[in-house]
Nanobody, 126 residues
Framework: QLQLVASGGGLVQPGGSLRLSCAAS????????IGWFRQAPGKEREGVSC????????NYADSVKGRFTISRDNAKNTVYLQMNSLKPEDTAVYYC???????????????????WGQGTQVTVSS
């Protein structure tokens, strides 16, 4: 059974950076595309970014393009979300999730991800 643990959140000033990690256990991540999602208070969950199981395809929400970078290290069974130039509107609980896509170079945040981490709080405030 695949288990995901998200970490790396915290309090940061506007313009600052954080790196989130999504560590997997139980099963190798090699078979899974990974997505990062976020949910702010009173708002619906939003897909932020995803990376294909090959690592060759990465997608980003328009709101984070050019500021966030997703990457994966299959040897460490971990996916990362590097977040730079953070804004107050990035404040949310961030979740990672996994889905077993049959196509190695495909990912979309609209897919029915079936494994979810517990979430990590990111607060951007001065």
């Amino acid at each position: 059974q695949l288990q995901l643990v998200a970490s790396g959140g915290g309090l940061v000033q506007p313009g600052g950076s954080l790196r989130l990690s999504c560590a997997a256990s139980g099963v190798t991540l090699d078979y899974y595309a990974i997505g990062w999602f976020r949910q702010a208070p009173g708002k619906e969950r939003e897909g932020v970014s995803c990376i294909s199981k090959s690592g060759g395809r990465r997608n980003y929400a328009d709101s984070v393009k050019g500021r966030f970078t997703i990457s994966r290290d299959n040897a460490k069974n971990t996916v990362y979300l590097q977040m730079n130039s953070l804004k107050p509107e990035d404040t949310a609980v961030y979740y990672c999730a996994a889905i077993a896509f049959p196509i190695p170079n495909l990912c979309t945040v609209s897919a029915p991800y079936n494994y979810w981490g517990q979430g990590t709080q990111v607060t951007v405030s001065s």
